[in-house]
Structures are given as structure tokens and as C-alpha cells.
């Protein structure tokens, strides 16, 4: 028995040693109070409470938070009530202030909230709320940040969650943008009709310019053909009248031949024929002498 009392003694001073042994974890803070008043903040670690002296006041997380506060009502400047909710992204950065800075935190937060969104929204007209939601979350931040400064928290950010006009101006909202939706539609439809007809016109007349260039072209081509062949002609003629007077032929067949060959180089197409005047004389003796042949016999 007389063991028993020192083992129990033991006991309770390491259950009471082991119960005063705090570790800290990270993104953590806890806050000390000795005899009811603040003592320190313990950061990241190992720590040893004074049993009976000291306590823990409050554990606080230091991560970015995220509060999604229900919706508000509020009246815009030309008094259309909405409803519109904010999400508030927040850290605490002084955990001796935020454990005494003020009671219940985040309805403090919430209750400020509403009343700057007030503040705010009544200052600007319905189709300026709509969209100007950078413009009021960025003065929400600041207003909320500077009045949390007191209270050890810093506002990262004020995010305007959902914007409700009342269900009438929603409608008259939808059938705006309905009609705005069809004047875009016959707008572009018209543009598009315009633009095919350019097209179809501007394909029309670039086919005809290649059609009346084809045409000019074969017309080309076929007078050069023509004016080809008439030298041919012309050449092979006065090579022949060259081989008859080197053959020793007379000056009046030479005449005859070349008389010959302006009627082959006509081809019956030509509708005048220059003959030279010294053969003139034997072309008109050539057509008699044709006629006395060709008379019919009595």
C-alpha cells in the first residue's frame, strides 16, 4: 500500500505533463492566456503549458477561407430591389486580434457586407449593376479590408455571386435580349445576301471578260492563220513563176500564172482582188477566150 500512493502521484504528474505538451501544425496559431490575459501566440512546433496557469484560448487556421453569405436585398438608385449574394475570400493575419478584436467574426463580416453592398448598389441604376461587377467588387474589397484591419483579417477578395432582378424585368430582360438576337440574325443575313450577290456579280463579269478574251484570241489566232497560209500561197506561187522562167517559158504565161495564183489566194472569200495593171490586159483576154469556149454551139 504504502507504494501504491507514489506510483498514483507519478501517474497524474506525466498524465498531467503529457496533457500540458501541445504541438502546433502548420498553417496553425494557437493563443495562450496566463491567469485570463493574453500570454503569446504559439506558431508552428512543440509547446509546454503551465498546468493550472495557463490555457488555450483559441486555435485559428491561417489558410484563405471562403464565406458564401446568402442572398441580399438591395434597392438600385433607380429603385429596383434585386437579391444578390457575395462569396468573401479572407485570411487571418493577427490571431490576438481576431480572438479579441471582436465577437463572432464572421457575422461581423457578413452584417458589414450587406450594408457596403447596400451602399454600393444604391448608388448605381439596374443596367449599371449588371455590368459594373468588377467595379463593385473591387469597392467592396477595399471598404471590407480597411474595416477588418481591427479585427486581424485581410480581404482577399469579394466576389458578387448571383445578381436577381425581379421576375419582370428578368422577362422584359429575355425578350430584350431576344430581340437584340434577331436584329443580329437579319443583319448578318442581309450581309450575307449582299455578299453572294457581289460574288455572283463579280463572277459573271469576270466570265465574260474570259469569254470575250477567248474570243478575241481565236480571232486572233485565225487571222494569223489566214495571213500563214496566204503567204504560203504567195510563196509557192512565186516559186513556181521563178521555176517556169528559169524553164524558159514566155512573159505572157509567166502573167497567166501569177493571174492563176491571186484567184487561188482569193479562194472565193475575198471580196476585192488588186491585179496589177500589166496583167490586167491578159486577164481580160483570158475571160473572153473562157466565154468563146464555153458558148454553147448553134
Known amino acids: ?19 500540458n ?14 491567469l485570463g490575459a493574453y500570454q503569446t501566440t504559439w506558431g508552428v512546433g512543440i509547446h509546454f503549458k503551465i498546468p493550472f496557469i495557463e490555457k488555450v484560448a483559441k486555435t485559428i487556421s491561417l489558410k484563405e477561407q471562403v464565406v458564401d453569405f446568402p442572398p441580399q436585398p438591395v434597392i ?10 457575395t462569396v468573401i475570400y479572407f485570411q487571418i493575419t493577427d490571431p490576438k486580434l481576431y480572438t479579441y478584436g471582436v465577437e463572432h467574426p464572421l457575422t461581423a463580416i457578413e452584417n458589414l457586407t450587406a450594408t457596403t453592398l447596400r451602399n454600393i448598389i444604391g ?12 467595379i463593385i467588387n473591387s469597392k467592396m474589397r477595399g471598404i471590407l479590408d480597411e474595416a477588418t ?3 486581424g483579417i485581410k480581404i482577399n477578395r469579394v466576389e458578387l455571386k448571383n445578381i436577381l432582378p425581379p421576375r419582370e424585368i428578368q422577362d422584359a430582360m429575355e425578350k430584350q435580349m431576344k430581340a437584340e438576337r434577331e436584329r443580329r440574325e437579319s443583319i448578318l443575313k442581309a450581309e450575307g445576301e449582299k455578299k453572294s450577290a457581289i460574288l455572283l456579280a463579280e463572277g459573271e463579269r469576270e466570265s465574260a471578260i474570259l469569254r470575250a478574251d477567248a ?29 517556169i522562167k528559169e ?3 514566155s512573159e505572157e504565161v509567166i502573167k497567166l ?11 472565193g472569200k475575198a471580196t476585192k482582188i488588186i491585179i496589177p495593171s500589166e496583167i490586167q490586159g491578159l486577164a481580160g483576154l483570158a475571160t473572153s477566150f473562157k466565154e468563146v469556149l464555153t458558148e454553147p454551139k448553134q
Open 1 to 19: 500500500m504504502e507504494f501504491i500512493i507514489p506510483i498514483i502521484i507519478v501517474l497524474l504528474l506525466v498524465v498531467i505533463l503529457v496533457r
Open 21 to 34: 505538451i501541445r504541438i502546433v501544425q502548420q498553417a496553425k496559431a494557437v493563443v495562450v492566456e496566463r
Open 76 to 85: 438600385t438608385k433607380d429603385n429596383v430591389t434585386m437579391q444578390i449574394d
Open 123 to 134: 448608388e448605381l441604376e439596374l443596367d449599371q449593376t449588371l455590368t459594373s461587377r468588377d
Open 149 to 151: 484591419d481591427a479585427w
Open 215 to 243: 474570243k478575241k484570241q481565236a480571232q486572233i489566232l485565225e487571222a494569223e492563220g489566214q495571213a500563214a497560209a496566204l503567204i504560203k500561197v504567195q510563196t509557192a506561187t512565186a516559186e513556181g513563176i521563178k521555176l
Open 247 to 249: 524553164a524558159g517559158a
Open 257 to 267: 500564172r501569177a493571174l492563176d495564183a491571186f484567184s487561188a489566194a482569193a479562194d
